[in-house]
Nanobody
Framework: QVQLVESGGGLVQAGGSLRLSCAAS????????MGWYRQAPGKQRELVAI???????DYADSVKGRFTISRDNAKNTVNLQMNSLKPEDTAVYYC??????????????WGQGTHVTVSS
């Protein structure tokens, strides 16, 4: 079994910064794509940023130039540095990871979510 544990959410003023972290633990042979999604009240969950095991990244247009995703393959962690935050970034942020276990089966896992609130 694999668990994803997030940390780093909170309340920040517009223009401020937050750093989210997510650690994967359990039966992990390899962490493949890892990413961050978010869900604002009354809206569907959307992709924020994704990073491959090789370090290739992709971002939602709404966060390009403000957010940076990074990972540590040795520690199976993924981070999201969020700068120049806007009120519209307010959401629950979820860590997501495609994990291959020691039986060489791949599954997608989700974290429990961490709240980010940006005040105007």
């Amino acid at each position: 079994q694999v668990q994803l544990v997030e940390s780093g959410g909170g309340l920040v003023q517009a223009g401020g910064s937050l750093r989210l972290s997510c650690a994967a633990s359990g039966s992990i042979f390899r962490a493949n794509n890892m990413g961050w999604y978010r869900q604002a009240p009354g809206k569907q969950r959307e992709l924020v940023a994704i990073i491959t095991s090789g370090g290739i990244t992709d971002y939602a247009d709404s966060v390009k130039g403000r957010f940076t995703i990074s990972r540590d393959n040795a520690k199976n962690t993924v981070n999201l540095q969020m700068n120049s935050l806007k009120p519209e970034d307010t959401a629950v942020y979820y860590c997501n990871a495609d994990i291959t276990n020691w039986s060489f089966r791949s599954s997608v896992y989700w974290g429990q979510g961490t709240h980010v609130t940006v005040s105007s």
